[in-house]
């Protein structure tokens, strides 16, 4: 070979080495893409810091099981996130319709009405409204709290129902967030709070040296279904973690998250498991859509 074919030979060698850096590092600028999830790089998430057990937030600790819910989607999608911003439950709908947060976890429970406005993936666990009353109480059912006063806070599906009681003889106030409701049962100013059941629990546990206790086997309304809440606008994404969600709430971390976070649901509940769990149905027919399905 002469010289000057050596020359030309050298130089095509280059150009393959350089052509096939491009097409890895092309390669690997797709792979990258593909981690984004949201079309975001790094995800913005609101959370309750003021429900133990569920959201809650002590010394910059967060613990509960909607905390835990995060953690498994965060390493089951592999997406990256920002530390979690507090959030309350009337802000849980606009934070999303303007952008500021990518997604919430917060107790949110899924409804029509709220589904017109933004996504939601869920339910991850379902829990009935019941309610949370001090040491002296005699509340065995519903009954016995008519003429007696029943306090919610702003922003929760919880209020409606509890201002729906009227009709049972029952008075209900409304005051801004949990903590007033609890203040006012510690007082004897009211005679119970209600919301979530599975909220209750973790306020009972947190206040126990208060004597305050969940009513067993008293409910209202209807079921109440949490979800993950998107914005519009990134069905793909949402039905991935439809499936994620899917696979979690049938595996045994599932059932491990809700024990570690509300014992008290386990040691007071039998079969809490058939009632706190929702089927892939449920599932299916509340994520990813701007209705529920029948």
Known sequence: MSSKNRVYVAVAAFCAIVAAGLALAVSSGSDEQDDTFLDRDRISVGMHNDLPGVGYEENYHRSGFDQLVFERVREGLGFRS??????????????????????????????????????FVGPYVTTYQGFLVGPESKVDELD???????????????????????????????????SDCLEELKKGKVQAVSTDQMILHGFARQHAKDGLEVVPDVTIGAPQHYGIGLPKGHRADCRELREFVKRYVGSSDWIRDVTTSLPDIADTEPGWISDYEPSDEAIDARSCRDTPSS
């Open 82 to 119: 920002s530390p979690p911003s507090n959030i309350s439950s009337e802000a849980r709908v606009p934070v999303l319709v303007k952008g500021d947060l990518d997604m919430v976890f917060a107790s949110f429970s899924i409804t029509e009405k709220r589904m017109r406005y933004v996504d």
């Open 144 to 178: 016995d709290l008519k003429g007696g006063m029943v306090c919610s806070w702003e922003g929760t599906t919880s209020a409606d129902a509890v201002a729906d009681l009227k009709r049972e003889g029952i008075a209900s106030k409304t005051l801004v967030d949990a």
